[in-house]
């Protein structure tokens, strides 16, 4: 299968899972929730979902757990919504490239600091 084929279905399972969790799911632990990247496997069985939740840490383990309850409807939704022979497995897991990100700006602004 062609890279070009594995993104395009890929950003496709990310913009039709954040309309469902935007407007069908109901859950207010899940709160404002953004699907951040999703990655698929090759055969296309099972797909990672990165989320990043807004607010305090605590509601990340809230958030997650409201998403594994509602991982069924949003699965069903998702194989309304396209058009591929079958719709994957989701795994949802804790976006942490921003909070790595965030580390790696201080420690620069450190170093900048200790240069002075």
Same mark, same amino acid.
């Given at each position: 299968m062609?890279?070009?084929?594995?993104?395009?279905?890929?950003?496709?399972?990310?913009?039709n899972?954040?309309?469902?969790?935007?407007?069908?799911?109901?859950?207010?632990?899940?709160?404002f929730?953004?699907?951040?990247?999703?990655?698929?496997?090759?055969?296309?069985?099972?797909?990672?979902?990165?989320?990043?939740?807004?607010?305090?840490?605590?509601?990340?383990?809230?958030?997650?757990?409201?998403?594994?309850?509602?991982?069924?409807?949003?699965?069903?939704?998702?194989?309304?919504?396209?058009?591929?022979?079958?719709?994957?497995?989701?795994?949802?897991?804790?976006?942490?490239? /921003?909070?790595?990100g965030?580390?790696?700006?201080?420690?620069i602004?450190?170093?900048?600091?200790?240069? /002075?």
């Open positions: 062609s890279s070009v084929k594995q993104k395009r279905i890929e950003g496709l399972i990310r913009k899972i954040s309309d469902i969790i935007q407007f069908e799911v109901k859950d207010p632990k899940i709160g929730a953004t699907i951040t990247d999703v990655r698929v496997s090759s055969d296309h069985s099972y797909a990672t979902v990165y989320v990043s939740f807004l607010g305090k840490e605590a509601r990340n383990e809230a958030g997650l757990k409201a998403l594994e309850r509602a991982k069924g409807h949003i699965r069903s939704e998702l194989s309304k919504r396209m058009s591929i022979r079958r719709v994957p497995e989701l795994n949802f897991e804790i976006d942490t490239a /921003m909070k790595e965030q580390h790696i700006e201080e420690i602004a450190q170093i900048h600091k200790q240069e /002075m």
